[in-house]
């Protein structure tokens, strides 16, 4: 059975500094990656994809893709309370045509 | 441009019931996926729809059905309802089967009693 696989948290960390989240994967051939920020009570955001090996960064997230390590991970630089949020790894494996395979998530909280 | 949009927001439902959930899709998107979030876990993959005909299934009964129409909208039907149907479903549309970026509907949030 193919799985994501993400530390549920909650991950703490202080405003301003960085965040870390990580994801790891069960099947090596996995072609797209996906990072979604889930509020509480509300739906997922797509806020970050990656699709070949190495950094792909967006303003304050940068998201790392690890193929041979089957690990994908987001870095959200200088976290505000607002980043607090439920981060949701997805991934799209090779013969699964479009289907996200999701993690649990994992709970960040920016304490100020 | 408009984002999807899911009918209606919240749904209570007794056991063994029907329902059915709607779903537009962004504008210029033409598959539509819908997923089931139980509280406290990841979405799960329910199926996807492709120019009107079904692109794909993941594990659940077939009590769980859908359609989608000439407008690209879509609908789930889910037929005698269990206590364990009572989630969060979520429609997210793409551009097309090919391009994986998929993007959320605000969510129905169904309670079976």
């Known amino acids: 059975q193919k799985e994501v696989e993400q530390n549920s948290g909650p991950l703490s960390v202080p405003e301003g500094a960085i965040a870390s989240l990580n994801c790891t994967y069960s099947?090596?051939?996995?072609?797209?990656f996906f990072w979604y920020r889930q509020y509480s009570g509300k739906s997922p955001e797509l806020i970050m994809f990656?699709?070949?090996?190495g950094d792909k960064e967006d303003g304050r997230f940068t998201a790392q893709l690890n193929k041979a390590s089957q690990y994908v991970s987001l870095l959200i630089r200088d976290s505000q309370p607002s980043d607090s949020a439920t981060y949701l790894c997805?991934?799209?494996?090779?013969?699964?045509?479009?289907?996200?395979?999701f993690g649990g998530g994992t709970r960040l909280m920016v304490k100020p | 441009e408009t984002g999807v949009t899911q009918s209606p927001t919240h749904l209570i439902k007794t056991r063994g019931q029907q329902v059915t959930l709607r779903c537009s899709s962004q504008?210029?998107?033409?598959?539509v996926s819908w997923y089931q979030q139980a509280l406290g876990q990841g979405p799960q993959f329910i199926f996807q729809?492709?120019?009107?005909?079904?692109?794909g299934r993941g594990n659940f009964p077939p009590r769980f059905s859908g359609l989608q129409f000439p407008n690209y909208s879509s609908e789930l039907n889910v037929n005698a309802l269990e206590l364990d149907d009572s989630a969060l479903y979520l429609c997210?549309?793409?551009?097309?089967?090919?391009?994986?970026?998929?993007?959320f509907g605000p969510g129905t949030r169904l309670t079976v009693l």
């Open positions: 997210a549309s793409s551009l097309s089967a090919s391009r994986n970026e998929q993007f």
């Open positions: 099947d090596r051939g996995s072609q797209s």
């Open positions: 990656i699709y070949s090996n």
């Open positions: 997805a991934v799209i494996y090779d013969n699964a045509g479009n289907m996200l395979t």
């Open positions: 504008s210029g998107h033409n598959t």
């Open positions: 729809y492709y120019r009107e005909e079904e692109n």
